[in-house]
């Protein structure tokens, strides 16, 4: 079916979705007195993402075949020969991205019944994760820049809305904030960077802006001897740096899990922080063009996959496990970005968001068991009550650390060989972080996945004292924990379904996808890469097929690393221990650092918010109450007090002082124009 799409079919894609959002936002809440009830809210808004999903899975049939679409359904404006348009560009990376985003969210949405059946707010959460999947199908789909952050900032909205879901706890509003604040952050960059390209490209949309790439590249930033380009291009990947949670705009990502889980997993997994990744990829033919910026791109990531990673060795909150595993592996995202190797960051990005999805929702599932206990110190064996989230969450993880033949395997350590390489600046720390990180992840993943699942069951007793000597510091009250004698159950079949729909993609999409989407045609005309940067040539070379790469990869080192943190994990937490006690007594300061997180969240409270506030009070006091009410307002007023004072003593009411005035008057002016005789002889 090669041609042309039909744009009428992909609106569909976008608005089924806001459909399903607007009807149980509106009818299902007390907005318009709550006329639908639950049942119909979920109904309404799974059926939008299912056609939008089927519409997706049909639109990637089609492009696989040839088919294509770029085209404006709506022209907004004309300004000053600048057309400000919605429409859309279809491709092998949007058709993607759009199934993957949709067939997540499905899963999301069915897992959200069992999971949110006893809040009071259950329609209202499935408007806003309706409205969160409208928002990032309208970024992905994007043709031009102006819709593209139209997208981005709507995912920061409704990403608000949902972290701060819970809204009468003051952490879940003080996380949502942090988000909404540090998000500014990047956006701000990200904002300067389309502004910059429409100066002195003349357009907003991506193919008039990739036409004049050659042109750009030549041109200087004003004021420096700085290339244009490498200025954009930095500018957007800060953008990228907000969304995409990479050091130091990473600390709102943590903190989101202050939101129900199924939202953690959608944020996580397939919308919003796989926002910035798409970005970039997409931007290929500008960062191609810069080797300074894809410089940036590698090192920002690589501190952020290895620095993070180190953060989840010590969570005991289940969730924050795998939220800083998300952190981490996002920068190996990053790290293929800046390695000019874009199709893998994007094909880690498709693995990524099956298994991160999965291991979320499974957590999820755990603390529905545990009546709501999200510390792993307070579980253990939960393996023979929760059989299906059990071998699930064993399937999450064993994609996770690139266990060969599963999907993440095929996408990390294609990673971890364009880092090896590349000979973009700084890929040899790239390389290092990314080899380290092997291990990291393989410890935290496995360390909570047998303090979870396997050993003696912890649950339902006191736990003063826990020899790991870690704590959670966003305990709170919604943690209940199961009473004594209590055991956990497995969770019902809306819950379990999901978890078993995303397992199979865990293990086999990996291997089904890589030739085409690595070293076939797939993205061909889509991404770029240029010659100067031979990465993906050279790997191309050495792929002789996914058996035989999985059959490699047990000679190989990160193998190796991976099966070292497994078993380390095995023995500190199964057999000895007294291992982890030890390391705490013996690195105490190490673990002072990394349980504050590196400070950055300090840093960020003592020099930027208390700057802020100290500036924000310094132009109050200076500059409103001085200068402004002050100066202008109050000062003028005095003038004219003053002045008007003055003058009220001439209108005394008196006719002699009036008749005095006029003389005085009629004297100056007689004086004025009165000729003088001249004495010059």
Same mark, same amino acid.
């Given at each position: 079916?090669?041609?042309?799409?039909?744009?009428?079919?992909?609106?569909?894609?976008?608005?089924a979705?806001?459909?399903?959002?607007?009807?149980?936002?509106l009818?299902g809440?007390?907005?318009?007195?709550?006329?639908?009830?639950?049942?119909?809210s979920?109904?309404v808004?799974i059926?939008?993402?299912?056609v939008?999903?089927?519409?997706?899975?049909?639109?990637?049939?089609?492009?696989?075949d040839?088919?294509?679409?770029?085209?404006?359904?709506?022209?907004?404006?004309?300004v000053?020969?600048?057309k400000l348009?919605?429409g859309f560009?279809?491709?092998?990376?949007?058709?993607?991205?759009?199934?993957?985003?949709?067939?997540?969210?499905?899963?999301?949405?069915i897992y959200?019944i069992?999971?949110?059946?006893?809040?009071?707010?259950?329609?209202?959460?499935?408007?806003?994760?309706?409205?969160?999947?409208?928002?990032?199908?309208?970024?992905v789909?994007?043709?031009?820049f102006?819709?593209l952050?139209f997208?981005w900032?709507?995912?920061?909205?409704v990403?608000?809305?949902?972290?701060?879901?819970w809204f009468?706890?003051?952490?879940?509003?003080?996380?949502?904030?942090?988000?909404?604040l540090?998000?500014?952050?990047g956006?701000?960059?990200?904002?300067?960077?389309?502004?910059?390209?429409?100066?002195?490209?003349?357009?907003?949309?991506?193919?008039d802006?990739f036409?004049?790439?050659?042109?750009?590249?030549?041109?200087?930033?004003?004021g420096?001897d700085?290339?244009?380009?490498t200025?954009?291009?930095?500018? #957007?990947? =800060?953008? +990228?740096?907000?969304?995409s949670?990479?050091?130091? $705009?990473h /600390?709102?990502?943590? %903190?989101s899990?202050?939101?129900?889980?199924?939202?953690s997993?959608?944020?996580?997994?397939?919308?919003?922080?796989?926002?910035?990744?798409?970005m970039?990829a997409?931007m290929?033919?500008?960062?191609?063009?810069?080797e300074?910026a894809?410089?940036?791109? #590698?090192? =920002?990531g +690589?501190?952020?996959?290895l620095f993070m990673g180190? $953060?989840? /060795?010590?969570?005991? %909150?289940?969730?924050?496990?795998?939220?800083?595993?998300?952190?981490?592996?996002?920068?190996y995202?990053?790290?293929a970005?800046?390695?000019?190797?874009?199709?893998?960051?994007?094909?880690?990005l498709?693995?990524?968001?099956?298994?991160?999805?999965l291991?979320f929702?499974?957590?999820?599932a755990v603390?529905?068991g545990?009546?709501?206990?999200?510390?792993?110190?307070?579980?253990g064996g939960?393996?023979?009550?929760?059989?299906i989230?059990?071998?699930?969450?064993l399937?999450?993880?064993?994609?996770?650390i690139?266990?060969?033949?599963?999907?993440?395997?095929?996408?990390?350590?294609?990673?971890?060989?364009?880092?090896?390489?590349?000979?973009?600046?700084?890929?040899?720390?790239?390389?290092?972080?990314?080899m380290?990180?092997?291990?990291?992840?393989?410890?935290?993943?496995?360390?909570?996945?047998?303090?979870v699942?396997?050993?003696?069951e912890?649950?339902?007793?006191?736990?003063?004292?826990?020899?790991?000597?870690?704590?959670?510091?966003?305990?709170?009250?919604?943690?209940?924990?199961?009473?004594?004698?209590?055991?956990?159950?497995?969770?019902p079949?809306?819950?379990?379904?999901?978890?078993?729909l995303?397992?199979?993609?865990?293990?086999?999409?990996?291997?089904?996808?890589?030739?085409?989407?690595?070293?076939?045609d797939?993205?061909?005309?889509?991404?770029f890469?240029?010659?100067?940067?031979?990465?993906?040539?050279e790997?191309?070379?050495?792929?002789?097929?996914?058996?035989?790469m999985?059959?490699?990869?047990?000679?190989?080192v990160?193998?190796?690393?991976?099966?070292?943190?497994?078993?380390?994990?095995?023995?500190?937490?199964?057999?000895?221990?007294?291992?982890?006690?030890?390391?705490?007594?013996?690195?105490?300061?190490?673990y002072?650092?990394?349980?504050?997180k590196?400070?950055?969240?300090?840093l960020?409270?003592v020099v930027?918010?208390?700057?802020?506030?100290?500036?924000g009070?310094?132009?109050?006091?200076?500059?409103?109450r001085?200068?402004?009410?002050?100066?202008?307002?109050?000062g003028?007023?005095?003038v004219v007090?003053w002045?008007s004072?003055?003058i009220?003593?001439?209108q005394s009411?008196?006719?002699?002082?009036?008749?005095?005035?006029?003389?005085?008057?009629v004297?100056?002016?007689?004086?004025?124009?009165?000729?003088f005789?001249?004495f010059?002889?």
């Amino acid at each position: 079916m090669a041609g042309q799409l039909n744009p009428n079919l992909l609106l569909a894609v976008p608005m089924a979705p806001l459909a399903g959002s607007a009807l149980a936002g509106l009818f299902g809440t007390k907005f318009f007195g709550n006329k639908i009830g639950r049942s119909a809210s979920h109904t309404v808004t799974i059926l939008g993402v299912l056609v939008a999903f089927i519409i997706s899975f049909q639109t990637l049939l089609a492009v696989m075949d040839g088919a294509t679409y770029n085209g404006t359904l709506y022209e907004w404006m004309t300004v000053a020969g600048v057309k400000l348009e919605i429409g859309f560009l279809i491709d092998s990376l949007t058709a993607m991205m759009m199934c993957v985003v949709t067939f997540v969210s499905l899963m999301v949405h069915i897992y959200t019944i069992g999971y949110m059946a006893d809040d009071p707010g259950y329609n209202r959460f499935f408007s806003y994760i309706s409205l969160f999947t409208f928002s990032m199908l309208m970024l992905v789909m994007s043709n031009n820049f102006l819709q593209l952050f139209f997208g981005w900032e709507a995912v920061g909205l409704v990403s608000y809305l949902l972290i701060g879901f819970w809204f009468t706890r003051p952490s879940a509003i003080f996380a949502n904030m942090k988000a909404f604040l540090v998000n500014r952050v990047g956006d701000f960059g990200f904002i300067l960077g389309i502004g910059l390209l429409l100066a002195y490209a003349g357009s907003m949309n991506y193919g008039d802006v990739f036409a004049k790439r050659e042109e750009l590249a030549t041109l200087i930033f004003p004021g420096t001897d700085w290339m244009l380009l490498t200025v954009a291009c930095i500018c #957007l990947f =800060i953008g +990228a740096m907000g969304k995409s949670a990479q050091f130091p $705009l990473h /600390v709102w990502l943590p %903190d989101s899990m202050e939101g129900p889980t199924p939202i953690s997993a959608l944020i996580h997994a397939a919308t919003m922080v796989t926002a910035g990744i798409f970005m970039v990829a997409r931007m290929s033919p500008l960062f191609e063009l810069s080797e300074t910026a894809l410089s940036f791109v #590698l090192v =920002i990531g +690589a501190i952020t996959a290895l620095f993070m990673g180190f $953060l989840g /060795v010590i969570q005991n %909150d289940i969730k924050r496990v795998v939220a800083y595993s998300t952190l981490s592996q996002l920068g190996y995202m990053t790290v293929a970005l800046g390695a000019s190797a874009y199709s893998v960051a994007v094909f880690h990005l498709m693995t990524h968001a099956f298994f991160k999805a999965l291991l979320f929702l499974a957590a999820g599932a755990v603390i529905i068991g545990m009546h709501h206990d999200q510390d792993i110190r307070n579980m253990g064996g939960l393996r023979k009550y929760m059989p299906i989230t059990w071998i699930t969450s064993l399937i999450g993880s064993l994609a996770l650390i690139a266990t060969p033949f599963f999907s993440g395997f095929y996408s990390k350590d294609t990673i971890i060989e364009a880092v090896q390489l590349s000979n973009i600046p700084g890929s040899g720390f790239a390389y290092f972080a990314v080899m380290a990180g092997v291990f990291v992840t393989a410890f935290y993943s496995f360390r909570m996945y047998f303090l979870v699942f396997h050993g003696e069951e912890r649950f339902g007793k006191p736990h003063a004292e826990h020899q790991d000597h870690s704590h959670d510091e966003h305990a709170d009250e919604h943690h209940h924990g199961l009473a004594p004698g209590e055991k956990p159950h497995e969770a019902p079949w809306v819950v379990t379904v999901p978890l078993i729909l995303l397992a199979i993609p865990s293990v086999i999409i990996g291997f089904f996808t890589i030739q085409p989407m690595l070293y076939g045609d797939f993205f061909k005309g889509v991404i770029f890469v240029s010659e100067a940067h031979p990465a993906m040539e050279e790997l191309a070379k050495e792929f002789h097929g996914a058996v035989a790469m999985g059959l490699h990869a047990f000679t190989t080192v990160p193998f190796a690393l991976a099966l070292a943190g497994v078993v380390a994990a095995y023995y500190c937490y199964m057999v000895n221990r007294k291992v982890p006690a030890w390391f705490y007594s013996k690195f105490h300061g190490i673990y002072t650092v990394l349980d504050n997180k590196y400070y950055m969240d300090k840093l960020n409270e003592v020099v930027f918010a208390r700057g802020a506030r100290l500036l924000g009070g310094g132009l109050w006091n200076v500059g409103d109450r001085g200068l402004i009410d002050g100066l202008i307002v109050n000062g003028s007023a005095k003038v004219v007090g003053w002045f008007s004072a003055l003058i009220r003593h001439l209108q005394s009411g008196y006719i002699y002082h009036y008749a005095f005035v006029m003389i005085l008057g009629v004297l100056a002016f007689l004086i004025y124009f009165m000729p003088f005789p001249s004495f010059a002889k």
